[in-house]
């Protein structure tokens, strides 16, 4: 059974520009959760994916999008990046629809710095 | 508005000894709780949960205990080791929200066991 991944590691971009976030759950997770971790903070909810359609959403603004597709992978994108955006963002899989008391795998999660 | 509070930003305990960290909640209408552990570039791994229906849950040597009147719950890790070092977060939910409660994170506490 392989972990949950997401590329790429680090990215570096500038304000206003638009990123793409990559993960690959766990085989057979049917739900998969993105947070943002900013620095000295415990991982925010930005949303949830079940079985391909949005599940639930935080408190972030609509230029926080996301997609999942059947083979397990998901994407988190984020458009108009401000300085704020900066974080370490983070996905998470499990295998049921209520994901928060099902087990949630984490990703070791992608570092972005908006400059 | 802080609904999870870690306020011991960190806790430095000798190998061997017990560690007790500690988590307090503002709102009522979370019922399940749970805590994770993170290394450094490495994502959150979870470690044990409760409900609100008990007050106590073991888990070889971690327990967690759960004063619902008080709204505060503690991991105990008894005996604390050297790769017990990490940062371990609180997290609590409400069991039947379904996507209207998201997981909220503390802000972490991180934990250091010296050999």
């Known amino acids: 059974e392989t972990g949950v991944t997401q590329s790429p590691t680090h990215l570096i971009k500038t304000r206003g520009q638009q990123v793409t976030l990559r993960c690959s759950s766990q085989?057979?997770?049917?739900?998969v959760s993105w947070y943002q971790q900013a620095l000295g903070q415990g991982p925010q909810f930005i949303f949830q994916y079940y079985r391909e359609e949005e599940n639930g959403r935080g408190n972030f603004p609509p230029r926080f999008s996301g997609l999942q597709f059947p083979n397990y992978s998901s994407e988190l994108n984020v458009n108009a990046l401000e300085l704020d955006d900066s974080a370490l963002y983070l996905c998470?899989?499990?295998?049921?629809?209520?994901?928060?008391?099902?087990?949630?795998?984490f990703g070791p999660g992608t570092r972005l710095t908006v400059l | 508005d802080q609904q999870v509070k870690q306020n011991s930003p960190s806790l430095s305990v000798q190998e061997g000894r017990i560690s007790i960290l500690n988590c307090d909640y503002t709102n009522s209408m979370f019922d399940y709780f749970l805590w994770y552990k993170k290394y450094p570039a490495e994502g959150p791994t979870f470690l044990i949960s409760?409900?609100?229906?008990?007050d106590k849950n073991e888990d070889g040597r971690f327990t967690v205990f759960l004063n619902k009147s008080a709204k505060h719950l503690s991991l105990h890790i008894v005996p604390s080791q050297p790769g017990d070092s990490a940062v371990y977060f609180c997290a609590a939910t409400r069991s039947s929200g379904g996507s209207n409660y998201k997981l909220t994170f503390g802000k972490g506490t991180l934990l250091t066991v010296n050999p």
């Open positions: 085989s057979g997770h049917n739900t």
């Open positions: 998470a899989s499990s295998l049921g629809r209520d994901a928060f008391t099902d087990t949630q795998y």
């Open positions: 409760i409900s609100s229906i008990k």
